[in-house]
């Protein structure tokens, strides 16, 4: 079966904290990993794609395929990051075609 | 403006009415997606479109509709509401591989 699992609903953390959000998988094959960022109210947004290897506004992520997981880091959180996070799967050759996970909503305090 | 937009961004209607959701992307993508947002359950696909007038089944297209007889058109519509589809329901493009979302559209089903 293909699934994304983020066993987080909630993380808060004060500014300036190191930030792990955590993503699993479940995928037969080998899949495209991303993670999008929502911003109150707003469209989700791409933050970072596996293959593309970025840091985007100081996020990483790197994918395990051993442990099945891609979780997203940040060394410094600040208040904007503050913001619902999606980790997501396309299955190969589908188009783009994501699936996602429940999402993680990060909540940064001064 | 290029990009991908839909319409309305607010509805309210009433249990039994059909409604259509629009969605028009300006890049040409040949795949597009209908998702929704529901709490808990992050993003679910609905039904996706892999070019014009080819569609097919998500996750949980129970209750919906839709056509795709333009590339860059793609309605969505609830053809007898229930309140069970009170959400926000985002449409996508893809061409590459990741997915490009429109602003959403929050329907409420009273």
């Known amino acids: 079966a293909q699934r994304v699992t983020q066993p987080e609903k909630l993380l808060s953390v004060f500014k300036g904290a190191p930030v792990e959000l955590k993503c699993n998988y479940s995928?037969?094959?080998?899949?495209?990993l991303f993670w999008y960022v929502q911003y109150s109210r707003q469209r989700l947004q791409l933050l970072l794609r596996h293959i593309s290897r970025e840091s985007i506004k100081g996020f990483t992520a790197d994918l395990n395929k051993g442990e099945t997981s891609f979780h997203l880091k940040k060394p410094f959180a600040q208040e904007e990051d503050s913001a619902m996070y999606y980790c997501a799967l396309s299955p190969y050759n589908q188009g783009g075609k994501l699936i996602f996970g429940q999402g993680t909503e990060l909540s940064v305090k001064p | 403006d290029a990009g991908i937009t839909q319409s309305p961004r607010y509805k309210i209607t009433e249990t039994g009415r059909q409604v259509t959701l629009m969605c028009h992307q300006t890049w040409s993508h040949s795949y597009m997606f209908w998702y929704r947002q529901d709490l808990g359950h992050g993003l679910r696909l609905i039904y996706y479109?892999?070019?014009?007038?080819?569609?097919d089944k998500g996750e949980v297209p129970d209750g919906y509709v839709v056509s795709r007889s333009k590339t860059e058109n793609f309605p969505l519509t609830l053809e007898s509401a229930t309140r069970s589809q009170t959400s926000v329901y985002f449409c996508?493009?893809?061409?590459?591989?990741?997915?490009?979302f429109g602003q959403g559209t929050r329907l409420t089903v009273v």
């Open positions: 995928y037969s094959g080998s899949p495209e």
């Open positions: 479109s892999a070019a014009a007038d080819i569609t």
């Open positions: 996508a493009s893809s061409k590459t591989g990741w997915a490009f």
